[in-house]
C-alpha cells in the first residue's frame, strides 16, 4: 500500500500574482455564484450561477452568465447562456444562440442578434451571419454601425490593425473519433487569404494559401502551397515580406528569436531558430524544440529512440552542463520536470528553472507538475507531486516572479 507522507517543499516564498478581488469578497462570491473567473477585466468579474460542468462531452449544465466588480457587486445579474470576459472595455454575451455585446454598465452596444461575434478589438467587432453553407461577415462598431464585407471569410479579430480576409469555399468538419461528441463543430475556410484594415477595405492582396493574425510586433505568418506542402514565411503590416515562405513550419518571434522547421534527408523535421532579418543563427538540427517564452529554452535530439534534452540561450549555446530526458514542461513559471540516470542508469526526476537551477533534486521516481487555485485568494499556485520509495511528498514550487 503506498504511504502518504504528504510532505510540504516551500522552495520559493509564494507571491503570485492575486485577483484584484479581496479574499473575503472572493469568498463572498464564492458563496453567492456557481462559478467565478479568477481573472479581473476592465474591473470586472465574469460569474455563472446554475453551471454545472463535467469532464464528459455534452454532459453538464450551462447555468447563466453575469458581472460583478471587484468589490463584489453585481452589474449584470446572470441571464446571458453565454457570457466573455471585458476586453476592451466590451463583453460579447449570447442568448439562445445568438450574440451581441454589453458595456460595463450592463448597456447592449450592440443587439444580440448576430450567429457569432469576436471580441472588441481595434475599434471594431467582426460579426457573422450563417446564411446556409456560406456564413457572412461584418464589421459592427459601439455606435450600431454596420458595414458588410464582400469576403467568404474573415478572422474573428483584428491585429495591428489588420485581419485575414480572403475568398473561398468551406469543408464540412471531419467526423470526430469514437466516442466523442463536438457541439457547433466548425466548418474550414479553403481558399486565398489577405488582410483588411477595420474600414472594411483590402490592405494586402489575396494571394495567400494560408494567413494567421499579426502579433505586436507587427509581423504575420503566411504559407503558400508548394509541391508537397504548405511553405511558411512572415510579413509585415505593409505587405513586406520579412521572411521567404520556404520553412515547414515557423512560429511566432518571443525573445527575438522564431523557432522553424524544415524537412530534412529521410522525410524527418529538424528544428531551429531564425532572427528577425531571416537569418538562421541556431541551425535546423534538433528533433524537437522549444520557443524563447523566456530567457532560455529545451531542444532535443533523439538517441536510440530516446529525447535527449539541452537548455540552450539565444544564440545557441548550451546552459547545462548535462543533458536531461522526459521532459515536461511545468508552463506557468518556466520549470520543467526532468530525468537524469543515477549511478546504476535509472533515471531519477527532478525539477529545474529556466536558468538551470536545480528546485528538487534528481531523486524521485517521479514527479508531476500542476497548477493549482488557492480557494480562499484565488491566487495560481504552482504545485507538484513527487514519488519515492511508495511514499507521496506534495511540494510547493510557486516563485515570486517568473523569469523573463
Same mark, same amino acid.
Given at each position: 500500500?503506498?504511504? @502518504? ?38 474591473? *470586472?468579474?465574469?460569474?455563472?450561477? =446554475? ?6 462531452? =455534452? ?8 458581472? /460583478?466588480?471587484?468589490?463584489? @457587486? ?35 452596444? #450592440? ?18 451571419? &450563417? ?12 455606435? =450600431? ?58 490592405? %494586402?492582396? /489575396?494571394?495567400? &494559401? ?7 510586433? =507587427? ?30 513550419? /515557423? ?11 524544415? /524537412? ?17 543563427? %541556431?541551425? !535546423?538540427?534538433? &528533433? ?23 537548455? %540552450? ?44 537551477? *536545480? ?31 511508495? !511514499? ?6 510557486? #516563485? ?5
Amino acid at each position: 500500500m503506498m504511504k @502518504r507522507c504528504f510532505i510540504l517543499a516551500i522552495l520559493f516564498a509564494s507571491s503570485v500574482s492575486a485577483s484584484a478581488q479581496s479574499p473575503e469578497v472572493w469568498r463572498k462570491l464564492h458563496s453567492r455564484y456557481d462559478a467565478v473567473w479568477t481573472q479581473t477585466d476592465d474591473g *470586472i468579474i465574469l460569474v455563472n450561477r =446554475g453551471g454545472v460542468w463535467v469532464t464528459n462531452p =455534452g454532459v453538464g449544465k450551462n447555468g447563466r452568465y453575469g458581472y /460583478v466588480d471587484t468589490l463584489g @457587486r453585481e452589474i449584470v445579474p446572470p441571464s446571458y447562456d453565454n457570457g466573455n470576459r471585458f476586453h476592451n472595455g466590451f463583453a460579447v454575451v449570447g442568448k439562445s444562440g445568438k450574440y451581441g455585446a454589453i458595456d460595463r454598465k450592463g448597456r447592449i452596444v #450592440v443587439p444580440v442578434e448576430w450567429d457569432d461575434l469576436g471580441d472588441f478589438v481595434c475599434g471594431v467587432f467582426v460579426a457573422q451571419t &450563417d446564411a446556409g453553407n456560406a456564413p457572412r461577415f461584418s464589421l459592427v462598431d459601439t455606435t =450600431g454601425h454596420v458595414t458588410p464585407l464582400e469576403y467568404d471569410f474573415c478572422a474573428t479579430e483584428f491585429s495591428c490593425g489588420l485581419a485575414p480576409a480572403g475568398f473561398g469555399e468551406y469543408e464540412a468538419p471531419e467526423p470526430p473519433p469514437p466516442g466523442i461528441v463536438r457541439t457547433n463543430p466548425k466548418k474550414k475556410f479553403v481558399g486565398k487569404y489577405g488582410f483588411v484594415t477595420t474600414d472594411g477595405r483590402l490592405r %494586402i492582396p /489575396v494571394q495567400y &494559401d494560408e494567413a494567421r493574425d499579426f502579433e505586436d510586433d =507587427g509581423v504575420a505568418q503566411v504559407g503558400i502551397q508548394g509541391k508537397y506542402y504548405v511553405k511558411w514565411g512572415f510579413i509585415d503590416t505593409t505587405g513586406r515580406v520579412v521572411v521567404p515562405c520556404s520553412y515547414y513550419s /515557423v512560429n511566432g518571434f518571443r525573445k527575438d528569436r522564431a523557432l522553424v522547421s524544415k /524537412v530534412v534527408a529521410g522525410g524527418n523535421l529538424a528544428f531551429g531558430y531564425i532572427d528577425r532579418k531571416g537569418q538562421e543563427v %541556431i541551425p !535546423c538540427q534538433y &528533433d524537437e524544440a522549444t520557443s524563447f517564452e523566456y530567457t532560455n529554452t529545451w531542444v532535443g535530439r533523439d538517441k536510440d529512440g530516446e529525447m535527449a534534452y539541452t537548455l %540552450i540561450n539565444r544564440n545557441g549555446i548550451p546552459v547545462l552542463e548535462y543533458e536531461v530526458y522526459r521532459l515536461q514542461d511545468g508552463g506557468k513559471y518556466g520549470h520543467v520536470v526532468a530525468a537524469r540516470p543515477d549511478p546504476s542508469g535509472l533515471l531519477r526526476f527532478g525539477i529545474l528553472n529556466n536558468a538551470g537551477r *536545480i528546485l528538487v533534486p534528481f531523486e524521485y521516481d517521479i514527479i508531476t507538475i500542476f497548477s493549482d487555485l488557492d480557494p480562499n485568494t484565488g491566487e495560481t499556485l504552482v504545485r507538484a507531486i513527487a514519488m519515492k520509495d511508495g !511514499c507521496e511528498y506534495r511540494l510547493d514550487i510557486s #516563485v515570486r516572479r517568473k523569469v523573463q
